[in-house]
């Protein structure tokens, strides 16, 4: 990880621009000098809070790890005591993510693409927050675990994994209600959202 620095109005207007331009045309395409422009920012105070670009790119997934993971968490919470429980507000955080105007897939996946270096930080980080991302259908499934075997869970990760590259595609947030209708026929009679 990235060594934390002290936040200033200068980092976040910079961290906020990388992850909008990162996102939406990939972070080969996106210039540090554009980045400099479009947050209004010199470059000394680009280079006063990230040495390189590569450790800009690691910033901006430790932020949007926090993000998402936060957001699907309150979401699964939200629902934990409903019918379907957390794995239902898991699905529903996921309709809702693709849904959202400025989807364009996993920034992660996206990224690991991109750079094809397995040793690069960022590369490694995605992998951490893919982790992660699994353990919060980990944590869903648990609440079943007298029901189903937690092998499951890598089969739900890919499906889910397979439903973020289906909505990209498509521009469309189906694939999120066909992943929640895959897991249910996967889970059986132990899962009814």
């Not at 002290?6 to 045309?25: G, H, M, Q, V, Y």
């Not at 944590?139 to 890598?154: E, G, I, M």
Request: charged fraction near 25%; glycine fraction near 4%.
């Amino acid at each position: 990880m990235s060594e934390t620095k002290p936040t200033s109005k200068a980092r976040t207007r910079i961290l906020e621009t990388a992850d909008r331009l990162f996102c939406a045309e990939g972070v080969n395409t996106v210039g540090i000098d554009r980045i400099i422009a479009e947050a209004g920012v010199a470059k000394m105070t680009l280079y006063n809070h990230f040495a390189s670009k590569d450790e800009l790119i690691l910033a901006v997934l430790e932020n949007r790890d926090v993000t998402i993971n936060t957001f699907f968490s309150n979401e699964m919470e939200k629902a934990s005591h409903k019918k379907g429980g957390k794995l239902a507000g898991f699905f529903t955080a996921l309709k809702k993510w693709f849904s959202s105007p400025d989807f364009r897939g996993c920034v992660f996946i996206n990224t690991v693409a991109e750079i094809a270096n397995p040793e690069h930080p960022a590369v490694k980080f995605s992998a951490v927050h893919k982790e992660r991302f699994s353990s919060l259908i980990a944590d869903a499934v648990k609440d079943l675990a007298q029901k189903v075997p937690f092998s499951t869970v890598p089969a739900i990760s890919m499906i889910v994994e397979g439903a973020i590259v289906s909505a990209v595609m498509e521009q469309s947030p189906k694939p999120a209600d066909l992943a929640k209708k895959t897991t249910q026929i996967l889970l059986g009679d132990a899962w009814s959202p």
